[in-house]
């Protein structure tokens, strides 16, 4: 069964960065699309960015788009989440996904196979 666990989430002045990791156990998610969403309690979860299982491809949201880059190294098993430019609204618990399919993780998150827990991701004005 695979696990995802992300990781490097915390709390961060608005304008400053953080990047985020999502480590995969349990099997390769080679030929997997990665991505991020996030989440504000009492709101519903957001898509954030997603890439291709070869790194060719990449999807952001238009909220992050030129602050946010994600990214993957298939060796590592691993995918990031570079946040720049971080703003208040950023803030969120960050989700790692994974599925063979990039539409999926992209427009129907309920039929994602892999969610990780979470990291937590604070930025003070």
């Known amino acids: 069964q695979v696990q995802l666990v992300e990781s490097g989430g915390g709390l961060v002045q608005a304008g400053g960065s953080l990047r985020l990791s999502c480590a995969a156990s349990?099997?390769?998610?080679?030929?997997?699309?990665m991505g991020w969403f996030r989440q504000v309690p009492g709101k519903e979860r957001e898509f954030v960015a997603v890439v291709r299982w070869d790194g060719a491809s990449t999807d952001y949201a238009d909220s992050v788009k030129g602050r946010f880059a994600i990214s993957r190294d298939n060796a590592k098993n691993t995918a990031y989440l570079q946040m720049n430019s971080l703003q208040p609204e950023d803030t969120a618990v960050y989700y790692c996904?994974?599925?063979?399919?990039?539409?999926?993780?992209?427009?129907?998150?309920?039929?994602?196979?892999?969610w990780g827990k979470g990291t937590l991701v604070t930025v003070s004005s």
């Open positions: 996904v994974a599925d063979q399919s990039l539409v999926i993780v992209r427009s129907f998150p309920g039929a994602i196979n892999y």
């Open positions: 349990g099997g390769t998610l080679k030929y997997y699309a």
